[in-house]
């Protein structure tokens, strides 16, 4: 049986959006068998489209991108999502585990843009132990075909329930697996 699922976010980023925050967007996903397939993400304050589908690469605005070069943990922007559905002392001890490795670490409050950032090399990695699947499905896509390494967020109950995400340039995935504790 083939099973498609359209997973849309109409305004990633809320918090951001009202507060007068350019930081958010419109995210929209395709999944095709549980795989994600299509991406589109929609920034309009930004004046960003990013656009991605499966082994066609990623766009902004419709130009190709890829991801950093970045290989060392001492020079690796990377930024932290937050959730409440995980302990604060759990983001606390990522954050100090970043910073005692070199990184440096930001928040920017939307998810789908935090892979997108990761996916035009404005960021090295995008982190969170609980996101929810509207929330980076589309953004798997476009960070995938820009060739960051992403964990596989859809198994399980991830879909549904939601995962722990951690996207980056391939050489520092299994060094922030690590301090993560993401596989």
């Not at 849309?8 to 009202?18: A, E, H, L």
């Not at 859809?154 to 922030?176: E, H, M, R, V």
């Amino acid at each position: 049986m083939v099973s498609a699922v359209w997973i849309i976010d109409p305004i990633d980023g809320t918090m951001n959006f009202v507060h007068g925050d350019r930081n958010w967007c419109i995210s929209i996903g395709f999944l095709h068998n549980r795989v994600p397939t299509i991406g589109i993400v929609a920034a309009p304050a930004l004046d960003e489209l990013y656009v991605a589908q499966r082994g066609q690469g990623a766009t902004l605005n419709g130009r190709p991108i890829r991801v950093s070069a970045t290989e060392d943990l001492k020079r690796a922007y990377v930024e932290l999502g937050w959730s409440p559905r995980v302990p604060f002392e759990r983001y606390l001890a990522v954050l100090e585990r970043g910073y005692a490795a070199g990184c440096a670490v930001k928040r920017s409050g939307s998810g789908a843009l935090g892979l997108c950032h990761v996916a035009n090399a404005r960021t090295d990695a995008y982190l969170e132990l609980h996101i929810n699947a509207w929330d980076v499905a589309a953004g798997i896509v476009i960070a995938g075909e820009a060739g960051a390494s992403i964990n596989d967020f859809f198994a399980g109950d991830g879909i549904s329930k939601g995962n722990p995400i951690l996207c980056s340039t391939p050489a520092l995935a299994p060094q922030l697996r690590e301090i993560v504790g993401i596989s």
